[in-house]
């Protein structure tokens, strides 16, 4: 080959490679927990108040009769072989130093011969199943998960449900639809009482205390026939 056709090859041949690794570095459309989203489909956002259904007195403080339920979000996720991150080792192993490596490097990237080759750990067919299986596990290990969406950044939040829709058109591809629910994080202290000695009216004010098992007594005992006879009735 020339030494011109080298260089239109080796033009070619980088800007292939540069091609394939701004697929690969696109910014994912959202995040759960540590696992990057490829393609968001569609998001689902929903916010709802709990709040009574009975008349508030005015002045009322309206907290004490409404709050805030947990934030849920809905994803429809998809990831595919045909863009993964293993392909960036499968391209970072090209040396563009000789145009025709280059051409049969990328030639059996996304042609894989017959035996996968024993210098990359993973195959193409494997990656959609890796990122399912991290899903999976996310959900199984119930681990707080912070959740990143193309408009919306969520904390404390787990997968209720997972939803994997596969055809004979998508089996190089992972249709996931991820359903997230957030739980709500609160805190306790405690408080110290004043002691009942120094309370003016402890009857009204102090804590409830446990007196063990109290049994009944009557002043009066009733006769046999289960009622008092008119001579001892009380006068009010």
């Not at 999976?136 to 449900?161: H, P």
């Not at 997230?180 to 205390?209: D, E, F, G």
């Not at 063990?212 to 026939?225: F, K, R, W």
Request: charged share 10%.
């Amino acid at each position: 080959m020339s030494a011109v056709g080298n260089a239109i090859f080796n033009l070619g041949a980088n800007a292939a490679y540069s091609y394939v690794l701004d697929a690969i570095n696109t910014i994912p459309q959202g995040k759960i927990g540590g696992v990057a989203v490829q393609t968001t489909l569609e998001e689902t956002a929903t916010d709802t108040i709990e709040m009574t259904e009975q008349p508030v007195e005015s002045g009322a403080s309206i907290t004490d009769h409404a709050y805030v339920r947990p934030c849920e979000v809905i994803m429809r996720c998809g990831w595919s072989n045909a863009v993964a991150p293993s392909l960036q080792q499968i391209v970072s192993s090209v040396d563009l130093s000789s145009a025709s490596s280059a051409y049969n490097s990328l030639v059996s990237a996304f042609i894989p011969p017959a035996a996968p080759a024993s210098s990359f750990q993973m195959s193409l067919s494997d990656y959609v199943s890796g990122i399912y299986s991290q899903l999976l596990g996310l959900q199984a290990q119930l681990t707080l998960l912070n959740v990143t969406t193309s408009i919306r950044y969520y904390q404390n939040m787990l997968i209720k449900s997972l939803t994997l829709k596969r055809d004979k058109d998508t089996s190089q591809a992972l249709m996931v639809e991820a359903h997230l629910r957030q739980i709500i994080i609160v805190s306790s202290s405690n408080a110290t009482t004043v002691p009942i000695t120094a309370l003016s009216t402890p009857a009204n004010n102090a804590a409830t205390l446990q007196s063990g098992t109290q049994n009944l007594s009557s002043a009066v005992t009733p006769t046999n026939g289960g009622s008092l006879p008119m001579t001892a009735w009380t006068a009010p």
